[in-house]
């Protein structure tokens, strides 16, 4: 079975565009998270999505926006591009009462 | 927001060697997580930890979760090159399964 994958692996955008990053989740899972690592810091919660409603929200300012489709792929938009969004932005998804998250490979995003 | 602290942050050895990196927090632990993340990739889940003084093995990797659930130790044994990459910790915030906290990580280099 394949794994969590995301879409595009690289990115390079300049201040002030727009960005989509796209996950699919392991066939059977209808949780999805995204994280955004920057570099040589742990991941940051950024959204959890959970059967097309989002259930959780961590820090970040409203240029994030997410959302769940039916069949449980999600997309993470960032408007306004700013130098500090460069980042790992990772996917995780996980089953239904399962403690357990398995992570995408990320998308590597440079904001220039 | 529970801060989850880890060291060293950076670590280099030779193969062959012993290691231990820890992990702490002012607060208590509902359940923590370990994690390795390769170059390139995402974080892997390695081990949960739930119960006050556990301990758990995996192969030359042997996890310990202190008795009053404020800190855990990860210990590797005779490491191996292929045992290189980041070592997270994290803990699910307010209980959720989709919502993880991470430590800023050690990154370990096993030379040959």
């Known amino acids: 079975d394949a794994g969590v994958t995301q879409s595009p692996t690289h990115l390079i955008k300049t201040r002030g565009q727009q960005v989509t990053l796209r996950c699919s989740p392991i066939?059977?899972?209808?949780?999805v998270s995204w994280y955004q690592q920057v570099l040589g810091q742990g991941p940051q919660f950024i959204f959890q999505?959970?059967?097309?409603?989002?259930?959780g929200r961590g820090n970040f300012p409203d240029r994030f926006s997410a959302r769940q489709f039916p069949n449980y792929s999600s997309e993470l938009n960032v408007n306004a591009l700013l130098l500090g969004d460069s980042a790992l932005y990772l996917c995780?998804?996980?089953?239904?009462?399962?403690?357990?998250?398995?992570f995408g490979a990320g998308t590597r995003l440079s904001v220039l | 927001t529970q801060l989850l602290e880890q060291s060293p942050q950076f670590l280099s050895i030779q193969e062959g060697e012993n290691l231990t990196v820890y992990c702490n927090s002012s607060?208590?632990?509902?359940?923590l997580q370990w994690y390795r993340q390769e170059p390139g990739e995402g974080p892997v889940l390695l081990v949960t930890?739930?119960?006050?003084?556990e301990v758990k093995k995996l192969k030359r990797l042997t996890f310990q979760f202190g008795d009053a659930r404020k800190d855990s130790s990860l210990h590797i044994t005779a490491a191996q090159p292929g045992d290189t990459g980041l070592y997270l910790c994290?803990?699910?915030?307010?209980?959720?399964?989709?919502?993880?906290?991470f430590g800023k990580g050690t990154k370990l280099s096993v030379k040959p």
């Open positions: 995780a998804s996980s089953a239904t009462g399962a403690n357990i998250q398995y």
């Open positions: 066939s059977g899972h209808k949780s």
């Open positions: 999505y959970y059967e097309k409603e989002e259930r």
């Open positions: 607060s208590v632990f509902s359940s």
């Open positions: 930890v739930v119960t006050g003084g």
């Open positions: 994290a803990e699910t915030l307010g209980g959720s399964q989709g919502n993880l906290i």
